[in-house]
């Protein structure tokens, strides 16, 4: 006799995303997993007392999406402190400030994340003066969306201007302008950080926010000493509603040997993920490390955050020990460095080939370059991309500044799916919205950086599962594996062309209903 199922999604079109998708009406779920797809009719023989079954009215269900590149604590104070990622000018940023600066205690830093000057008519970065003109008590500081640029006010700068790694600290006649960058803004990011229990409330919120946008999974790259004890408290008490990766930050890799972690350790919600590191830096700082010089910056070509030798170093120091490495690169030049690395520098391997089954990542790979890809496929590398990105890939947006017309080289999310390099997506948080990532897959502006629907769907859930060892548990509406679901109020089949306006109805994570806004 068969048990009765706990839950039961029916009346909808459930799409396995496996290879290839199947269709089925109902999805039946017990004890946190998968346990039937198919017909409606048959799945109602599942269907006991105690079955919740919920009535999808024909709408589309996935597999859970999986955010393979994300900073939910970021996010946490997004929604905590003021949230800049909407501002349409600088004026509309300074307002934001000042209606924080008036709800914080006076004294209180006063924050805003998510800036984007590149969508704003004076394209410049936020600087002293303006965020001067904030009039707040306490220090002012605004961090721009890649994270790689912090702007600050005079009291900000004060504050922490002295204990900045000079080389971030931008100056004009010798005056701090109030923009810092990379290891600067870094260490002004490390000084605003929450307490333990402040993290803690980061996350709830983070994550109540991420399973409202169908996500059930996030590889987080966690920076702070806080996030992953928070996160392993909220699953002790059996409040976290996301499957968690931890992917920790390189100067924890000591500690982790010590004390015996290594990649794929944890059970439950939570696990060990990889070592994150950077090479370079973004292309809207122009710190991303570029074979020929940025368009509008002739003299420009980026700069190593981790140079190559100390990268070199750490990746050896990681992969013997057991670790997935993350290494954050975007410039073609440091994607060819990461890629040398990774692979070795000759291609004596022959079919290729991640020897040691390590799915080394590739964070970004913006402007990976031909040979880079072929490499990737060859040596089995994940690129770990951000269909998001695209929206700055346009004709008239910020990496036609930056770029020129090596704008339609960057994110070639089908020129990478063509050649068989494995993708996962992320949102590296600008935002959390994986529906949002999908529509920029789809939409983007070359067929070089295009993917159809169910390849930018499968990228977000079952390429994402891969690159964090999840593919046999995760990624796809298959008896046997996790109930990771998501439930969405329209087809992206049917409107490709936007995707982005489709709401999530309901969220599943581990079996049970996290999300419910039908
Ligand atoms: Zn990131």
Known sequence: MTEAADLILTNAEVHTLARPDETHEAVAVNRGRIVRVGDAYDLDFLSGVDTR??????????????????????????????DLSGAESRADALDRLRDRAAAVDAGDPVVGFGYDESTWPEADYLTRADLDAVDAAGPVVAVREDLHVVSLDSTALERWGEDLPAAGV??????????????AAGAVLDALGP??????????????YANARGVTGVHDMVRGGHAPRAYRDLARDDALTLRVRLNYWADHLDALVETGLRTNHGEGLVRVGAIKTFTDGSLGGRTAKLSTPYSDAPDERGEWVVTPAEFRDLFDSADAAGFQVAAHAIGD??????????????????GGADPGGKRHRIEHAELASDRAIDRMAEGGVVASVQPNFHRWAGADGLYADRLGDRRTETNRLGRLAEVG??????????????????????????????LGVTEALRAYTLGSAYAGFDEDRLGTVEPGKCADLVVLDGSPWERPGGIDDIDVSLTVVDGAVVYDDR
């Open 170 to 183: 931008r100056r004009e006649g010798g005056e701090p302008t109030g923009v810092v960058v990379e290891a």
């Open 421 to 450: 390099v494995h993708l996962a997506f992320g949102s590296d948080g600008m935002p959390v919205d994986p529906l949002v990532g999908v529509h920029h897959a789809v939409n983007a502006p070359t067929a070089a950086q295009r």
């Open 53 to 82: 079954v919920v009535d999808c009215a024909g709408r589309v269900v996935l597999p859970g999406f999986i955010d393979a590149h994300t900073h939910l604590d970021i996010l946490g104070q997004r929604l905590v402190h003021a």
């Open 195 to 208: 307490d333990a229990a402040g993290m803690v409330d980061l996350l709830r919120a983070a994550q109540d």
């Open 333 to 350: 030049e440091a994607v060819d460095e990461v890629v040398d690395t990774f692979v070795g520098e000759s291609s004596a391997t022959p």
